[in-house]
């Protein structure tokens, strides 16, 4: 059924628009063009392919879904499993579930019980007084460790820098066909348990003042099966196998010996062959790599790599009707650029944006994020008026909604499920990984699963559709369709969010007097800051926020 949707779509799309771009290579980099002859990543696909076919792709909406899936994956893991898995943030009493014993330490120490391979790469994190959490990222490395299960802290970043991959590779001994791979921006932390409802992880870490105790959290993540799933254990190999230190800083050696962590990695079993075809759909890794600079370059790639930047470029390049994106951050010229360019030279093009309404840091910090957003989306907005919106998410009783997701459909027909978001950062500076999926059905129905749940539309879907995994399953495309009937063409989809938001701005405005209507979506509010403010927040976003990692050359040059 898929690849008969694909080649209805496909004729269709031709028919608009007979000089619109089809092939593969037409939206995904090739090998030269992912621009790292280091990697092993695309060493199988032979030639100048860097894409893997005959995959089956299944976006997971929000946390509660992509878990259960994970916990059903995990817990039947046995003897010659292999479990792989980064981690950006990590909490060792996180649950996949309700239910006590579904801990992250439990279920990960179970695996390894009953002789499943298990390795983590976890980020090494900078300071709980700066913000972040090595504590609990170092507590989550000890706790596995003492099951048995060897946990790597990588700190092989540029200075301010992350490993911000959250992926997790399940290969079964014996049973190829079931081999699966997780791909997006989901944690295995706190705050991320949330489901359609949004009324926030039970297990909730503070954030902010709008967002409470448990912050209400939107995410993705994309389940792959088929040959893709090798190429995903490929990108944790090559990190593993890294041979120089997870740690350059001398008082992290000190801390180590004193605690007796053993930072060697521990070998790696033999990689198997890549699993077998699983489905229709052609997937493309896109990666981030810091250019570290001499004597800590990653092997696999000793000037960075930049493919997340590039392999945006070149299918935003082919857009023509209506770019949909949900992530955590918008920002600054660099973003603004790409899509400025493809605005002025298509004038049938719309740009639909989900951020969050408010960001999830306080003062100056704040000013930096908001200001950044501002220098993305409002030269858009001039550039072409009436044709770029963006908005934030608020729950049914009106708390925000913190947008975590990492999505991009791009006419659908390209679409991405990842880490990186739309900054500076994420594209030059930390480690990201992001799945890129080329197929019109998969890429349509992605872009409608996302705007039923914030068009209120899944109370209209009865609950034996959404299977075991609950709200956030795929949906059954023809009820999809049904559901969505009036966003099918992008540009109603657009003027669906913009007639959403104004009804409830209105229902607000008027003192929230009789039922809420339907929908989520709040348009942003403009933030000002004084002029010293703004002055010193500039410089916090270009320095700390959203810093460059490009070689000098490249940066010179405005290359990636």
Request: aromatic residues 6%; negative net charge.
């Amino acid at each position: 059924m898929r690849q008969e949707q694909f080649e209805d779509e496909s004729e269709r799309a031709r028919a608009l628009d007979p000089q619109r771009p089809d092939e593969p290579r037409d939206w995904l980099l090739t090998r030269e063009e992912r621009d790292n002859p280091h990697t092993r990543l695309d060493e199988r696909h032979g030639g100048d392919v860097a894409w893997s076919t005959g995959n089956l792709a299944e976006p997971l909406i929000d946390g509660a879904s992509y878990f259960a899936a994970l916990l059903e994956e995990l817990r039947t893991v046995g003897h010659g499993d292999v479990v792989l898995f980064t981690d950006w943030q990590g909490d060792a009493g996180q649950r996949l579930s309700e239910e006590a014993g579904t801990e992250v330490v439990t279920v990960l120490g179970e695996a390894q019980d009953r002789g499943a391979e298990v390795r983590g790469l976890v980020w090494r994190s900078h300071t709980d007084q700066v913000g972040f959490f090595a504590e609990a990222n170092r507590h989550l490395g000890e706790q596995l460790r003492r099951r048995g299960v060897p946990v790597m802290l990588d700190m092989r970043v540029k200075p301010g820098g992350a490993h911000h991959q959250k992926f997790v590779v399940v290969r079964r001994a014996g049973a190829p066909e079931r081999d699966v791979a997780f791909v997006g921006g989901i944690d295995l932390a706190h705050n991320r348990r949330d489901d359609q409802d949004h009324d926030g992880d039970p297990q909730g870490r503070p954030t902010t003042e709008e967002y409470g105790e448990h912050a209400p959290w939107h995410d993705v993540q994309v389940r792959l099966r088929g040959p893709v799933v090798h190429d995903v254990e490929t990108v944790f190999r090559e990190r593993w196998e890294d041979p120089s230190p997870p740690s350059v800083a001398p008082w992290r050696h000190v801390t180590d010996r004193v605690r007796d962590v053993d930072t060697s990695p521990v070998p790696l079993s033999p990689q198997l062959p890549a699993p077998p075809p699983a489905g229709p759909h052609t997937v493309q890794l896109l990666r981030t790599y810091p250019a570290l600079g001499a004597g800590r370059a990653h092997p696999f790639a000793p000037r960075g790599e930049r493919s997340v930047a590039r392999g945006y470029r070149k299918a935003l390049a082919n857009a023509r009707e209506l770019v949909y994106i949900e992530d955590q951050y918008f920002w600054d010229r660099d973003v603004a650029a790409v899509f400025a360019e493809q605005l002025r030279a298509n004038p049938r093009l719309h740009l639909l944006v989900v951020i969050p309404l408010h960001p999830d840091k306080d003062g100056l910090n704040r000013v930096a994020q908001h200001l950044g957003r501002d220098r993305a989306i409002n030269p858009l907005m001039r550039v072409a008026p009436g044709r770029v919106a963006a908005y934030g998410l608020e729950n049914p009783s009106g708390r925000p909604v913190y947008v975590h997701a990492k999505v991009t459909v791009v006419d659908d027909t390209w679409a991405t499920t990842g880490s990186d978001n739309f900054n500076r950062r994420s594209w030059t500076h930390d480690a990201e990984l992001t799945a890129a999926v080329l197929d019109r059905g998969y890429a349509r129905d992605l872009r409608l699963r996302l705007a039923a749940e914030h068009l209120d539309r899944l109370g209209d879907v009865g609950t034996d559709e959404l299977g075991d995994e609950g709200s956030g399953a795929p949906l059954p495309a023809s009820r999809l369709v049904d559901v969505m009937a009036d966003c099918l063409e992008p540009h109603d989809m657009f003027a669906r969010y913009g007639e959403s938001a104004d009804r409830l701005e209105a229902w607000h405005r008027g003192g929230r007097q009789g039922p809420r209507p339907a929908g989520r979506l709040r348009r942003l509010e403009t933030a000002t800051a004084s002029s010293w403010r703004t002055f010193v927040a500039s410089a916090l976003l270009d320095q700390v926020h959203n810093p460059d990692g490009r070689p000098r050359d490249l940066r010179r040059r405005g290359e990636y």
